[in-house]
């Protein structure tokens, strides 16, 4: 969707290192007007240097980036225009919460009106009004983390960058401010970068998703692209952790021209033995709420993982541990992946 829009932030022949040693290559990347782009993968993956990049706090090796039209490459940070919100927050603890929002606006030299206008637009929009002459520390952590949001909003800027600042949450937290933020993004419109290293986060909240291993961008996508059709066997298994398997070992279950395809757990069925195509035994079974998850050792040698949902019905729960059980998937699940490479 976003991607056939005018890009509002352009990455080409991008490369970054550190002490001569390169972590990143990001060859092109455009990134539209309003779109909320999510850029996963696991730690040292390049995707914090990235982000560190647009930001103006990393200079690139070569490449240039290209902010509404203009190359910003060579421009300092505090000259780019754009917002921050760090994984701690780094708010001042011996301000109030509207000094901190802003402060951003006093580095700039906004007037006195204009710049207390802005800080009660920015703590409305966040919905803490009522806490504009608190302490940093007299607030819980999604307080603090709206903040540093209201912070990095009020000083209007053309792209918002935010490096995994839902980390520091708890679980419950964490769901409730994905939600908030989806949703103050939306409302405004400010095209927004967003680093994690949490699939579930980058999937719930993202216009698309870039995908990063070892420096490069592995895949560029929307959620469900991503999800539904990875492109190489690393986003498959980093993305939902897929069942990766030779062709040879699901005869029946796979198409003939895949030499490697991917299964999600969810999408496989078990039973009694007999029932399916494949046969193994139950190595490991947990309860996680609203689901069942099982690990299936199978006679082929490949061990499976399943995901059964909690269902209240007499069929009852899923076989325990030391259990023979058939297994299958439909034709539709399986995902074949491309030429069965493994970039790793």
Known sequence: MAAALEPDLQLTGLTAGYDGHPVLDVPELSIAKGEFLSI??????????LLNCLAGFVHPTSGRID??????SGVPAYKRGLGMVFQNYALFPHMSVADNVAYGLKVRKVGKAEREERVAEALRLVGLEEYAHRR???????????????????????VLL?????????AKLRREMRVELRTLQQRIGTTTVFVTHDQEEALSMSDRIAVMNGGRIEQLGTPHEIYRAPATR?????????????AHTAPGLVPDTAAVVAVRPERVRIGPTGQGRLTGTVTYRAFVGDAWQLRISMKSGETLSAEVPDV???????????AAVGVWWDPGDVIPLSDGRDPR
């Open 136 to 158: 940093p520390r007299q607030m819980s952590g999604g307080q603090q983390q709206r903040v540093a949001v209201a912070r990095a909003l009020a000083i209007r800027p053309a």
């Open 234 to 246: 690393f986003v498959a298994e980093f993305i939902g952790a897929a069942n990766v398997l030779d």
């Open 67 to 72: 902010l509404g039209g203009r190359d910003i």
């Open 40 to 49: 996963l993968g696991p730690s040292g993956c390049g995707k914090t240097t």
């Open 312 to 322: 209240a019905t007499s069929a009852g729960d899923p076989p325990e541990v030391g």
């Open 162 to 170: 935010l490096d995994e600042p839902l980390s520091n949450l708890d």
